[in-house]
Every structure is written in C-alpha cells, then in structure tokens.
C-alpha cells in the first residue's frame, strides 16, 4: 500500500499534519491514492489501462497526454496545463510519469509556484477541514463542490490524520532528541557503490546512467525538497559536500541537519571550504583525533577540495564514506597523519552533548586548534573553486556568471571569465564597494553576508 510513503513525502514537504492529512483525503477521493490511475471513464475511449497508459506515455508511443482531457495520477491532473506540468516535471528529472515520489514532489511544488495561497493553507492549518477545503475548493474544483463532498474529503482525510500524524509526531520528538552517529554513517553505508549520472535522468538507481555530469540524487532531492537549505540549486556541480549532507538530513531531518552541521539556511555549505568554515565558526573543527560521524575536510592551506564522512578510526588508520570520489560512493582509507587532511568537522551529536553536559555542569570554553582559511583574492582569467562559490552566491542574487544553463538554471563553472567580472562589478556597485571587479576580503565579507 502507498498510504505511509504519500504520508511521508508530503509531511517533507509540508511539515503540518493537517496540511498532509488535507491532501491525503483528496488524493484517496480523487484516484484511491494510485500513482498510475487513469480516468475510469476515459479507458473505454482511449483503449487503454492504468499501466498501458503509463507505459505508453513514458515510452512516446502516446503524444496527446496533455490535451486528451484524462484524469491522472494521484491528484488526477486533467486540465491540459497542469498535464504539462507534470509531464515536463517527470521528463525533467528522468522518472516514469507513474512515478509516486515524483507525483508528490511534483504537486507541492506546482502549488508553491501556481497555487501559493492553497500551498500557505496547507503549510498553517490547524484542522483537517481547512486545509481539505483548500485543496478541494481551490485546486481540485470537481463539478460536486457541496456541503456533503466537502465533508466527505475532509473525513477520508481524518482517517488517515488518526492513523498516521501520531506516528509523524512521535518519529519528530524522536528525531529533536536521538541524534547519534550510528544514524548517519548507516545511511552513507546504504548508499555505497552509488555512480554519479552524466545527465538528469534515473538519479535513483544506484549504476544507471552513469557518466562525469555531476548529477546525482543527492543534490537534486535537495534541490527539490529543501530549496532554502543552500543559496542556490546545486544538481550539475561537484556534489561531495551534497553527498554528506543529503546523508545528514535523511538520517536526522531538516532542522537537526542544518544544527549538526553548523549551517545557516540558504548557506554556501554545498562548498568544501565554506562548509569546513562553518564548523570553525562555532568551534567545532578539530585538526586531530578523529571520531565516527565526523565530516573530514581534504585540501591545502587555501581551501578545502573535498570532503567525506568518518566511518570508523583504528590503530591509526581513518575510514570514511565519500561521494564524488572517482565519480561514485565509495569507502576509503588514509593514514591520520596524511598531509592532505585539514581536519574534522565535528557535529553536536545528543549523546555527546548529553555526555559533555553530565561531565560539566557549567559550560567550558576550550581554546581548540583550527586551521585557518584565507579566501583567496580572485580576478578575471583565475580558474578556482572558490570562484564557483563566489558565482553561486551571484547567481543566487540574479546575476549572470556564463555557466551552462542546466533546466532552465545557471551552473556555477569557477571560471572568472568576462561575465563573471561584469558581475562582480555589479555587485561592488550594489553594494558601495571600490568597483574594480577584483573578489578581495570586503568582496568576500559581502558576499557571504548576502
């Protein structure tokens, strides 16, 4: 039954039990909460079943899904506009127009972008009815909008709040209170052998598609579930830092993702050397002395290239979890003494807060060794990775830097070409600085408040 996983789904979206249950008795009224429901009354006409139809549109054979006028999907998308939508929406991430997971994201973020004032119900209700109404009376408009379907709905969608909100609230007390390291190194383990994809399509299958395009599954559920975790979408461009922090949110959730890895919302954190920055902004970096569940930091004296996920440490020897390593998931192992190690970001994990707590009553300030990065200074005709964090933050902004475009969005290529510059100056401009188009300390000190 697909009962628990809409539940689930919608509640990452959503974060209201209301506002899921609202949908999930609309979805039940609609289509039985079956991904692949084609109209009843249209299968005689079109000669077709659910998954004849599914299959015949995902293969091409059948053009006329937009404009054929059948109910579809969970939401039984209809009219020839939202039609387009979800099929520009499967086609685009590379998953059948069957696909649950998709059907799901795809109706949050059509209502985000077309229906704000059902998506702001759904996000705020304090009852099922509320936000069953909403979804009914503004999105789904069936001919029979009485008193009674009204009712009807909003009971299916009681139902499933009985069985189901009590379990999401014990699983969010759960999560605010038990997070350990065991939880997200289980979750790397489960995506080794993973193979970074040379396009956006079957991000989720582990070995399909493989190539060197940078897309991956990590960066694009970000991207899509949680678009104000980074300053930007990330899916195209290097994705270590994506890897662990995809890992963080699965095994912990938004909020603690965000708290363990001591990031802000909307952070450069999907950058080696921005995300190393933030564990030393809160005295959490640690040059030495690894421990499981630590986020490893690779690189030289001026930023950090590369990141991973400590496993384990044993007589000297560190065993991580990384991704973007020769292009996949893998296992790999270092001496602690490699020069090529920065350090450790440490989270606050609860059993070691609980631990500190018992061993001091009062708060102590240790002076802990860091490792100090200087940005550097960053011009026109420098090829850096820092200048793709630099054109991130821009792009974020509504610049143009001369990246590929990738689905209708600019990629960060840490090439500071003639664009980048024009950029940059515009950004000085904005912000009263010296308009040189140089990205010196003041530059820097901008962009990343911005």
């Known amino acids: 039954m697909n009962e628990k996983q809409i539940w689930d789904r919608l509640y990452s979206h959503i974060r209201n039990p209301y506002g899921v249950a609202g949908v999930m008795g609309n979805f039940q009224a609609e289509s039985a909460m079956n991904p692949i429901n084609l109209e009843d009354s249209k299968e005689g006409r079109l000669g077709m079943t659910d998954a004849q139809y599914t299959a015949s549109v995902d293969n091409g054979s059948y053009g006329n899904f937009v404009h054929d006028s059948a109910g579809y999907g969970l939401f039984q998308a209809t009219f020839w506009s939202i039609k387009e939508y979800l099929l520009n929406y499967a086609r685009n991430h590379g998953l ?4 649950l997971n998709m059907q799901v994201d795809c109706f949050c973020q059509l209502l985000k972008e077309q229906y704000a004032n059902v998506w702001g119900t759904l996000a705020n209700a304090g009852s099922v009815r509320q936000a069953s109404d909403a979804v009914l009376l503004k999105f789904e408009r069936p001919a029979d909008q009485s008193e009674g379907v009204q009712a009807y709905r909003a009971g299916l969608g009681q139902k499933w709040f009985d069985q189901l909100a009590t379990s999401t609230a014990h699983a969010a007390v759960e999560e605010e209170k038990k997070c350990d390291p065991a939880a997200v190194i289980a979750v790397a383990l489960a995506e080794l ?44 461009y290097a994705w270590c830092d994506c890897f662990v922090d995809w890992c963080f949110i699965t095994a912990y959730g938004y909020e603690n993702a965000l708290r363990l890895l001591c990031q802000p919302e909307g952070s450069c954190g999907a950058g080696c050397t921005f995300s190393m920055q933030y564990y030393q902004g809160k005295g959490q970096f640690h040059r030495s002395n690894p421990q499981p569940g630590d986020q490893i930091f690779f690189g030289n004296r001026s930023e950090s290239t590369h990141t991973g996920l400590v496993e384990k440490v044993e007589n000297g020897t560190v065993f991580t979890i990384e991704g973007n390593t020769s292009d996949r998931v893998a296992r790999r192992t270092y001496s602690v003494s490699d020069s090529s190690i920065l350090g450790y970001g440490r989270p606050a994990y609860d059993e070691m807060v609980s631990a500190s707590s018992a061993a001091k009553p009062s708060p102590v300030v240790s002076a802990l060794p860091t490792c100090t990065v200087t ?21 974020r902004n509504g610049y143009t830097c001369g990246g590929r475009i990738v689905n209708g969005n600019e990629i960060p290529d840490g090439d500071f070409g003639p664009s980048t510059d024009k950029a940059v100056r515009a950004f000085q401009k904005l912000k009263g600085l010296d308009v040189d188009g140089v990205i010196g300390k003041a530059t820097w000190t901008a962009l990343l408040t911005t």
Do not use: M, W
């Not at 059948?96 to 696909?99: E, L, T, Y």
């Open 193 to 236: 052998g993973y193979l970074e994809k040379a396009s956006n399509a079957q991000l989720n299958d582990k070995t399909a598609n493989a190539g060197s395009g940078n897309f991956t599954k990590y960066a694009h559920d970000i991207d899509v579930n949680y678009p104000r975790f980074y300053n930007g979408k990330k899916n195209g």
């Open 375 to 395: 940005l550097p200074e960053l011009k026109q005709g420098d090829v850096h990775n820092a200048v793709a964090n630099a054109q991130a933050v821009l792009i």
């Open 96 to 99: 059948s127009i069957g696909d």
